[in-house]
């Protein structure tokens, strides 16, 4: 007995150390990827109004070259109340963004993507999954309950013009004929033995792929030929059709076919173009191929590194992840500052994470971001510019009847500090030695109680409205000989009223700063003094701004359009409450995009134009914007109240497109005289 319990335990082992070898992990996010994004189609799928949504989307499908059959979007086969993965990566010659989703009917699926793929393109069947390409570098895998869409571009690596050397992509080896690319970021299979049925459908599929290719082209060069001949006969387009590069050449507007010669095809031009065809698709399609093995050899699920998700909320949306830092610094932009003496200054300062929670409500539309460096002691640093005083007087600039307003109460001192951080960790840069200790000389110099004093870190800009005035400008007419002549022309121009002031300890320097610029020889013309207010006056007035006032009193600096908005106005209980908010938060703002729109009126001159600008007045609504520092993070919240009544925050873009949309279309139409 105790024989066969030993055995029993021993198999057991054997087999648990067997499943534990052999079970299917999860599929890693790929160690490249420079943005993650995941829905929460558990909450989104219950704000979409599919009887609203169905229409539009079937209106747009109807635009694209190959024409959908399909009408109801709703069931696509796609499980829309699961949570969908997105996640883009780049580097020198490839760049993929993917989705991962779940399937809940796989036949109504299937449906769809032959509605959708090109035609008599047929499905390659893989091991455990089906594949098809509904683009030339878009592809679309699924099993049973699974799916990813995957669209892949790629480009050969290129000289690198800010540097001497040839830039070689690490992520991709080109080999043979056929130019396999394989990414290294993934596990690469074993080659498979030579299977000649397989080698047959790839062939048959290259085929239908130049097919179609060749037969878009020859219709293009068709058409091109047309307008050249047209051209040469006429001396001009048809009135009907201007627009030639969306012409389909109607016999109504061209003479007949027969009238022009047979279309010429360049046969050699038009072979390399189908061999770069053919190679960029062969090697996209190896792309995609491998991850799709990857991915459906996996348990299914998606492993992302927890850093990504560190400010993610349950509850959101949306949530979206950004690597920042790579995104600027390891693309073309990156190779550019490295250039510069003080490019690395620059890495540094974009070397951070970006985490969004986007919510959309009934009311309105929330999206929450956190900032954080990557470094930890200069996220600190950081930090701490947020962290300043606030000012009462600046906040009662703030008042009901403005268009809206942005305030600032930081510590002005932390700036330097932040500065300083930046540069300390920039390398070894050509002149670093250089900088720090002129920094350190600035810091000796203008100590931080020198800094606060001028500018402490207090400021506000408030707009209070925008009113309309006559500009002169030059325009230019021409004759049918194309002779210029200039001709004068006024127009209504919207200005803004508004107000700039911050905080300051030493009014005697910023007196001194305007008392220069009015005693000055050069610019006394245009700067003057009356009493304690100095003003700035272009005696030309054909300017958006011709006249700008200064003050300096009660330890505020004004810089303002009309000497009126020096006085605080009465607050009501609204503006109050914006007041008081305004002195919580280093960082916040309100604009009412509504009033804004009304005092742009006059910027909208064609019928179109105004039919638009009155759709957003009805539904445009208001932004509230606010800053502080939460943890190791830099949280910024914007607000966006919506107006209409739609039956949420997310609809009501759907409701907005749909209106503009249906403008456009309006405008398509044949005027009736």
């Keep these: 007995m105790k024989s066969i319990l030993l055995k029993t335990q021993t198999l057991s082992l054997v087999l648990f150390g067997f499943m534990l070898v052999f079970a299917q992990k999860s599929m890693k996010l790929p160690a490249d990827a420079v943005f993650y994004m995941e829905i929460n189609g558990k909450q989104l799928n219950q704000k979409i109004n599919w009887e609203k949504l169905n229409p539009l989307l079937h209106e747009l499908s109807k635009k694209s070259k190959e024409k959908s059959s399909w009408n109801d979007y709703s069931k696509t086969g796609i499980k829309y109340d699961a949570t969908q993965y997105h996640y883009a990566s780049f580097n020198d010659s490839i760049k993929t963004y993917t989705t991962h989703f779940i399937v809940d009917n796989k036949e109504k699926f299937q449906e769809f993507i032959n509605s959708t793929k090109k035609k008599g393109l047929e499905i390659s069947k893989k091991k455990n999954y089906s594949y098809v390409d509904i683009d030339d570098n878009i592809f679309v895998a699924w099993n049973n309950d699974r799916a990813v869409l995957s669209m892949v571009s790629y480009t050969k690596p290129y000289k690198d013009i800010w540097s001497d050397d040839v830039v070689m992509d690490s992520a991709v080896a080109v080999a043979d004929s056929a130019a396999v690319a394989v990414d290294s970021a993934y596990a690469i299979e074993p080659e498979k033995p030579f299977d000649y049925k397989e080698e047959i459908i790839n062939l048959k599929e290259e085929i239908k792929y130049l097919k179609d290719e060749i037969r878009d082209n020859n219709k293009e060069i068709t058409r091109i030929q047309k307008d050249i001949k047209y051209l040469e006969k006429n001396h001009k387009y048809p009135k009907e059709n201007v627009d030639t590069q969306h012409s389909e050449g109607e016999t109504e507007v061209y003479p007949r076919e027969e009238e022009y010669a047979e279309a010429e095809i360049d046969t050699a031009y038009q072979k390399e173009q189908d061999s770069m065809r053919i190679e960029n698709f062969k090697i996209v399609k190896k792309i995609a191929e491998d991850r799709f093995d990857q991915y459906f050899n996996s348990n299914l699920e998606l492993d992302v590194p927890k850093a990504m998700l560190s400010f993610r909320d349950p509850d959101s949306d949306a949530f979206v992840y950004t690597d920042y830092g790579r995104m600027v610094n390891d693309g073309v932009y990156g190779k550019m500052m490295k250039r510069f003496e003080f490019g690395q200054f620059l890495r540094n300062a974009y070397d951070s994470n970006y985490y969004y929670n986007l919510y959309f409500d009934k009311d309105k539309v929330k999206l929450v971001n956190n900032y954080q460096h990557k470094n930890p002691n200069i996220q600190k640093t950081i930090s701490s510019v947020y962290k300043g005083k606030k000012n009462k007087k600046l906040a009662a600039l703030i008042n009901e009847k403005s268009i809206g307003y942005y305030v600032m109460n930081v510590n002005g001192a932390k700036t330097f500090d932040m500065m300083y951080d930046l540069l300390q960790d920039s390398g070894n840069g050509e002149y670093k030695k250089e900088m720090e200790l002129m920094m350190e000389t600035m810091k000796i110099v203008l100590d931080e109680e020198a800094i606060t004093k001028i500018a402490p870190g207090n400021g506000i800009f ?126 916040s703002g309100r604009l009412d995009v509504q009033r804004l729109l009304i005092g742009l009126e006059k910027e909208f001159k064609t019928p179109s134009e105004r039919k638009t600008l009155d759709l957003f007045r009805k539904n445009v609504g208001e932004m509230y914007y606010k800053t502080e520092v939460k943890g190791d993070s830099v949280e910024t919240e914007i607000d966006y109240n919506i107006r209409n009544s739609s039956e949420n925050s997310l609809m009501y873009f759907f409701d907005l497109f749909d209106e503009i949309f249906k403008i456009k279309e309006e405008e398509k139409k044949p005027q009736i005289l």
């Design 462 to 587: 408030v707009l209070n409205e925008l009113v309309s005035k006559k500009v002169d400008y030059t325009d230019y007419e021409y004759d049918d000989d194309y002779n210029e002549k200039e001709v004068k022309k006024t127009k209504d121009v919207a200005v803004p009223d508004f107000t700039f002031a911050f905080a300051t300890e030493n009014e005697g320097y910023w007196n001194r700063v305007f008392n220069v610029l009015a005693t000055n020889k050069n610019l006394a013309k245009k700067f003057s003094k009356n009493g304690n207010i100095y003003s700035f006056k272009d005696e030309k007035g054909d300017g958006y701004m011709d006249q700008l006032y200064f003050v300096v009193k009660d330890g505020i600096v004004y810089l303002t359009s009309s000497t009126a908005n020096l006085t605080p106005q009465a607050q009501s209980g609204v503006s109050k409450q914006w007041a008081k908010d305004s002195s919580r938060y280093p960082l």
